[in-house]
DNA sequence: AATGAATGAGATTTCATTCAT
DNA sequence: AATGAATGAAATCTCATTCAT
């Protein structure tokens, strides 16, 4: 989706990585604005469909529930890293109201982690009284699997930076009763 | 530095919101890119004097070092809120030598925050595998005070903001047994 | 390739003169300077191709070889009269290298008419202590065709030029005893 | 008046060569276009003054005050070298008026040449059907120690070069009955 | 359906000219 | 008289978009 090295992304060289000619995308796309938002809303779609069914599978368990719904983030960020960047960089482009059509869907997006954090809260296996935050800080530590990629790749690859940081995240908010109980997650 | 709304930064538009002619800002930068490099660089300065300067005022105990730390590293994001956002957005027009440059500077600005943090660790007052991961993580949650503050600010100022990150950030790293000493620092 | 009258060469200019758009001469040429190499690449080029062919096509005699390179040389710049002007008028905007190489290539292009000359001066029928003079200074005269055009025009036409031209420079040149035999060269 | 290496003269470049201020320049001359016609008017002064004295100084020798008037253009050429080019290359940058006016001053300039070229004609001494034309290209030779210095450089001084362009320029004009006479003129 | 040459509006950059000091 | 910072119109160059083939 972008070229490394001239990270500009003009519609030749759009078009030139995807192997079409520019004609055929503008039959595709109206501008190249739309482009970018259903770049940005196939991310977000991703995230719809995947992190759910990645809470549903985890089965009942709150803590383990909110393990997978980071994991499935983090996946699709990763399955989309170049998307995820572009989002950042080039939401200038966007006219108001794409920017804020884009807010919006992330804030549904981060939906089911708040929903899964609670529910752990509410079971007492979880301490935070700011649920918000948290899901919010989960969020953005899947991004910053596409933003620092270049900083975390020199010591991590997918699977270590989920485990690392979902260890990391959860020591602060699983109550002290249950942590013997996770440690698989909580790490050493 | 830029324009709410509408968020592309044409030198035009630049000379205008800083009440000068365009040519006058070619006097003092070669080009569109210097001026970006000036500005990263800026703010990349701002915490190399900063936030040393902060955790040296802390005096020793390593905790209130890390929390003096991460609010320096907050309170020059937010004096540079915009400029923060730009280096998300513009790296991309930088060369491959300014990009690389700015990366170097980055790790290195936050070499502090790893060394307060490995303090704490030494000093058995933090517990952590990962020191490095920790401190970036850190560093992340401050940048995200200006690239997220769309979503922050509906719910948070910035000394809350601050003051709960850090809680969040803490209790995941403060050893057990030193959890009750710093119950201002961790929060309800 | 340039106006008459207003003969500034701008983008615009070049690209209505063209009758095209100033977006499609990027597309063949990378800069103006570019444009500028280009058209002095191609009148050199003439001359590197026209004129050993006239010369060849002149017979064996050196004096009626040297007559018939002079007049290519002047053919090849009647055809480019502007793109010549430009040679001498544009030249300061290259970089040292483009000078350069066209300083070179002008020397090239003279190597034939001071072949035919050192000829000449083997085969005792031209008499000089300085062939490359004699034959720099006929490319010169070929060049102030159109260098001085608004004032040669005045009184003389291509071929008049050359003959008129021609008759001075040989007899310079011409061994006393043989200028009977060149008298239509040399004139009444 | 000009800058070796980037041969571009914007006006910061020629104050920064005067070390003076752009201000004061525009005390002295109007725009741009007057100094260049300033410089250009300078040279040709130069010519309409010490041509004539030359020649004057010269004595009654219609030969040598041929050969006089041809070194003192080329010497003015050469105490001017790089306005000499400038009227070569900026002229473009001048309105019709002034090109016009210019063309006319030059035209004048090459009077008094033509005058002795005529002079030597009426005493027999040289033989021409086209004393215009010897005149201006003895003028045009001038000019090309300016034009065409990187070349003759690597061979020539400047009094060099008087002598082998006057020696080559003669031989075609000079009487044969006379060629003796002159020898010195002449060359070997 | 697919191409990519062509367009031209808009971006960056330069530089002759002005003017407060 | 002299400066040089400041201006802004005009130049060069880019690239999203169109359209003939």
Redesign the interface.
């Known amino acids: 989706m972008e070229r490394e090295?001239s990270?500009?992304?003009s519609m030749q060289a759009l078009a030139a990585e995807a192997g079409v000619s520019v004609g055929l995308i503008y039959r595709y796309f109206g501008s190249k604005d739309d482009i970018l938002l259903a770049v940005i809303t196939q991310v977000l779609d991703a995230f719809a469909t995947q992190v759910p069914a990645a809470i549903e599978a985890a089965g009942d368990d709150p803590v383990r529930r909110v393990a997978a719904a980071f994991g499935a983030y983090c996946r699709v960020i990763d399955e989309h890293r170049h998307a995820a960047v572009l989002t950042?960089?080039e939401?200038?482009?966007l006219d108001?109201d794409g920017r804020a059509r884009i807010?919006r869907l992330e804030?549904e997006t981060s939906q089911p982690l708040r929903a899964v954090v609670s529910e752990g809260i509410d079971a007492g296996v979880l301490v935070?009284?700011?649920p918000?935050?948290?899901a919010?800080?989960l969020l953005?530590?899947a991004h910053?699997w596409a933003?620092?990629h270049?900083?975390f790749e020199q010591?991590k690859n997918l699977d270590s930076y989920i485990s690392?940081?979902l260890a990391?995240?959860?020591?602060?908010?699983v109550a002290?009763a249950h942590q013997q109980e996770y440690a698989d997650l909580l790490?050493?």
Chains 1, 2, 3, 4 share one sequence.
Request: proline fraction near 3%; charge should be positive.
């Open positions: 090295g990270e500009a992304v950042y960089r939401s200038k482009s108001a807010k804030v935070s009284d700011d918000d935050l948290v919010y800080n953005l530590l910053a933003l620092k270049w900083y010591t690392a940081q990391l995240a959860l020591r602060a908010v002290p790490g050493g």
